[in-house]
């Protein structure tokens, strides 16, 4: 009797250990078919605009290379495991340099985007609606965020923004088949406004 218990436990052993197996196997190549789709979309658009190259890695990771006037930025995948869950980040690292912000919509939770000391309003009852700003320099921020930026940001679906030490982070969506021109422009407009250096008078048109 014992060994019959024995041997049904190994069964089932054998039995759970393969459709783990089969499981693992159906997401690796769900996720490979989910990157062939993205990659296909990305491409699409690097043909259609100057501004843009395509990368992929060994493992078959795609990356969106941008520029703006002197800004360089990527577009990449975050973890699917991660805070984000596989959603398409723009990353400027050169625009480290200015003022730290974090722009996040209001009634989300659980956004990994740093806290700031300072909370501000814009004056634009349409984006203060949307997006909390938490800053560390009030009027700097603030000449950034001019009308251009405030509507590139309310364009962006789902958009997130950040600056720190490592440089302006954007949070394009929930999906990356989801980035067209459009969007993209949007972000031209979100790098060049959040990466002035004008002064306030200036900026804040």
């Known amino acids: 009797m014992g060994a019959l ?4 436990a190994f069964l089932f052993m054998l039995i759970a250990l393969g459709v783990w197996a089969l499981l693992g ?7 490979v078919n989910d990157r062939n789709i993205v990659t296909a979309h990305w491409e699409s658009l690097v043909m259609q605009r100057r501004d843009l190259r395509l990368a992929v890695d060994a493992g078959g990771v795609p990356t969106l290379h941008g520029r703006v006037g002197a800004v360089a930025y990527t577009i990449e995948l975050s973890a699917r495991g991660g805070a984000w869950g596989d ?3 723009a990353h400027a690292a050169t625009l480290a ?19 700031l000391p300072a909370m501000i309003t814009t004056g ?5 609606a949307v997006f909390e700003v938490r800053c560390d320099d009030p009027e700097a921020v603030r000449a950034r965020l001019g009308l251009e930026v405030r509507a590139a940001l309310l364009a962006i679906p789902g ?3 950040w600056v720190d030490a490592d440089g302006l982070r954007v949070d394009l969506g929930a999906s990356a088949t ?14 060049l406004g959040l990466g002035c250096a004008a002064p306030p008078a200036v900026a804040a048109g």
């Open 124 to 128: 634009d009852d349409d984006f203060d």
């Open 159 to 161: 958009a997130f923004a």
């Open 178 to 191: 989801t980035i067209d021109h459009a969007l993209l422009d949007a972000l031209r407009d979100v790098l």
């Open 97 to 115: 340099h200015g003022p730290r912000v974090a722009l996040v919509r209001k009634g989300e939770a659980g956004v990994p985007v740093p806290g």
């Open 25 to 31: 196997r159906v997401a690796l190549m769900q996720r």
């Open 87 to 89: 959603r398409p980040l």
């Open 5 to 8: 218990i024995i041997a049904a």
